[in-house]
């Protein structure tokens, strides 16, 4: 119980910290780090949930310029983009309420925690101690107006060394869409005969992760069939289905990913460690066909999922640490890549990475 009581009254304050080596013991590194991975849990659990969010609303954005206007379709989906406003909203405030602070461009006192930090304290077992002047991590400012940018600095105890560690995660919601990526797949051909249709509306749908770096997500439904993602279609008389001049079954398909890049204080200045990402996919299934002489339009949006890189924030620190009498020691965990399989063709998705910053402009 006491255990417990510890974990919920340490609070990790403080802009940076210098590197030193601990003089506690182990049991209270131990209690520290405990209090610290379980506060990454939560972080990195709402961060997932927002980049899911934002990519929905990217996704759903585009389609308002590709389904035809005032349709229900339309206008079901401008109101699940307002919804989704607000749930974003909510989504960032519950982050900021765990000590993750979020970047203002216009905000001078924002960017100069970015470039101009002085002087900064973390609590210990109840005690305030100010340390010695550090400077911040590298200057993010170029892409603060491209990017919603969050940092989070804390320390983390290992071999009996505590390190200061800091992340910045790149939130690509801003409109300049440099971790998004949008494409069209024909998944069955236009002007199809009666034997296409049925052989399409027969097919089974699929995502392949075998060449998927990231973690696989769990509980996704890996494939389908076309009656089955688009609701309402199976209530066609498929032998009075024809096709038209456009697609008879087209999959719009979206990502955008969410970049974290980890840096520590070590030897009086600040080494970037490495990166990982959260990608969150969306997929609209769209179908365009002739019924008894009437066109029609039906569309569903699937539910977006996520696949991160799959490494926690303290592996890069304890990594860092065996290999620091190397100078150009990083890691960089990649997504790979996953396939989508339709109807006669096969196609490679690739969800975009950018190992470094500079990368994002």
């Not at 980049?51 to 954005?61: A, G, P």
């Not at 609590?123 to 993010?140: A, I, M, N």
């Not at 009437?294 to 490494?311: E, I, M, V």
Request: with cysteine; glycine share 6%; proline share 4%.
């Amino acid at each position: 119980m006491m255990l417990k009581k510890a974990f919920l009254i340490f609070l990790l304050v403080g802009i940076c910290f210098t590197t030193f080596v601990s003089p506690v013991g182990a049991s209270k590194g131990e209690t520290i780090n405990s209090t610290e991975m379980s506060k990454q849990a939560q972080i990195d659990e709402l961060f997932t949930r927002l980049n899911e969010v934002v990519s929905e609303q990217k996704h759903l954005e585009k389609l308002t310029t590709i389904i035809p206007k005032n349709t229900p379709n339309n206008t079901q989906i401008t109101s699940k983009i307002k919804e989704l406003k607000e749930k974003k909203a909510k989504i960032e405030n519950q982050i900021i309420n765990l000590g993750v602070k979020k970047l203002d461009p216009n905000n001078n006192a924002d960017m100069e925690l970015l470039h101009e930090l002085s002087t900064s304290t973390v609590q210990q077992g109840g005690d305030f101690t100010t340390f010695s002047t550090v400077p911040p991590p590298p200057d993010l400012e170029s892409i603060a107006n491209l990017y919603s940018l969050y940092r989070y600095q804390g320390t983390y105890t290992y071999d009996n060394v505590t390190y200061n560690y800091s992340y910045i995660r790149v939130v690509d919601n801003k409109g300049y869409n440099g971790l998004y990526k949008f494409n069209e797949y024909n998944a069955a051909p236009a002007n199809a005969t009666q034997s296409t249709i049925q052989a399409v509306l027969g097919y089974t749908f699929k995502y392949v992760f075998s060449n998927l770096l990231s973690r696989t997500p769990l509980g996704l439904v890996a494939d389908w069939t076309m009656g089955a993602a688009i609701e309402g279609m199976d209530a066609y008389n498929t032998t009075l289905i024809t096709s038209t001049s456009d697609p008879f079954y087209r999959i719009f398909a979206s990502s955008t990913t969410q970049m974290t890049y980890y840096w520590i204080y070590y030897n009086n200045e600040w080494k970037m460690m490495g990166s990982d990402g959260t990608f969150s996919f969306t997929r609209t299934d769209f179908a365009a066909f002739n019924y008894q002489g009437q066109p029609k339009h039906l569309s569903d949006t699937q539910p977006t999922w996520s696949s991160s890189s799959g490494y926690s924030w303290w592996q890069y620190v304890e990594n860092f640490h065996n290999n620091r009498s190397n100078p150009y020691y990083t890691q960089h965990h990649y997504f790979g890549s996953f396939n989508l399989s339709f109807y006669q063709a096969t196609v490679t998705y690739t969800p975009v990475y950018y190992s470094s910053p500079g990368s994002l402009i």
